[in-house]
């Protein structure tokens, strides 16, 4: 089972910041197997970006995602206010099982 | 636009069985892999397994392996998940997502509550 490892757990930024999250997998994933999601408070996760720098439909310009092989980042260029939340990264790269990091909870510094 | 709608969910004791059904619409459900996610109190995400189109395979996270069923029916689309022997660590809400390894549609989720 591939281990996907996420740091920080917290990540305090002020508005118009950038913010940077880092995702390590414990086996080399393909970049085109890597995608991220956003998920509020009391809400459920929503795609960002996948294939590891595909923004999803209707994904703003300033989320962007980069890495290859175990080291991957998502970067927030400028904080907004709705930017606040908890962010996952997934491997499906290893079929059939699948996994989830355990997520950075962005929050206001 | 793309809906899914989970139910049935509940309190149930340890050891007891509970059905997940999830009716989609507003794309071709039979096109799709589906999948199940689940998110204990407070908690990440955890991956419980997935159908594919047609449901010609299937496959389960190791947590869930034997005792629980995902199956689904094209004819009314709609996604099941039968939990069985279900231990309180199997509390969390759990999500119908549609899936293309990519987990790109979520439902709000149904929580499953497994508490004596």
């Known amino acids: 089972e591939i281990v996907m490892t996420q740091s920080p757990a917290t990540l305090s930024v002020s508005p118009g910041e950038r913010a940077t999250l880092s995702c390590t997998a414990s086996q080399s994933v393909s970049s085109n197997y890597l995608a991220w999601y956003q998920q509020k408070p009391g809400q459920a996760p929503r795609l960002l970006i996948y294939s590891t720098s595909t923004r999803a439909t209707g994904i703003p310009a300033r989320f962007s995602g980069s890495g290859s092989g175990t080291e991957f980042t998502l970067t927030i260029s400028s904080l907004q206010s709705e930017d606040f939340a908890v962010y996952y990264c997934q491997q499906y790269n290893h079929w059939p099982k699948l996994s989830f990091g355990g997520g950075t909870k962005v929050e206001i510094k | 636009q793309v809906q899914l709608v989970e139910s049935g969910g509940g309190l149930v004791k340890p050891g007891g069985s509970l059905r997940l059904s999830c009716a989609a619409s507003?794309?071709?459900?039979?096109?799709?892999?589906m999948s199940w996610v689940r998110q204990a109190p407070g908690k990440g995400l955890e991956w419980v397994g997935y159908?594919?189109?047609?449901?010609?395979?299937?496959y389960y996270a190791d947590s869930v392996e034997g005792r629980f069923t995902i199956s689904r029916d094209d004819a009314k689309n709609s996604l099941y998940l039968q939990m069985n022997s279900l231990r309180a660590e199997d509390s969390a809400v759990y999500y119908c997502?549609?899936?293309?390894?990519?987990?790109?549609?979520w439902g709000q989720g149904t929580l499953v509550t497994v508490s004596s």
């Open positions: 159908i594919r189109s047609g449901g010609s395979a299937i």
């Open positions: 507003g794309f071709t459900f039979s096109d799709y892999y």
């Open positions: 997502v549609t899936f293309r390894g990519i987990m790109e549609y």
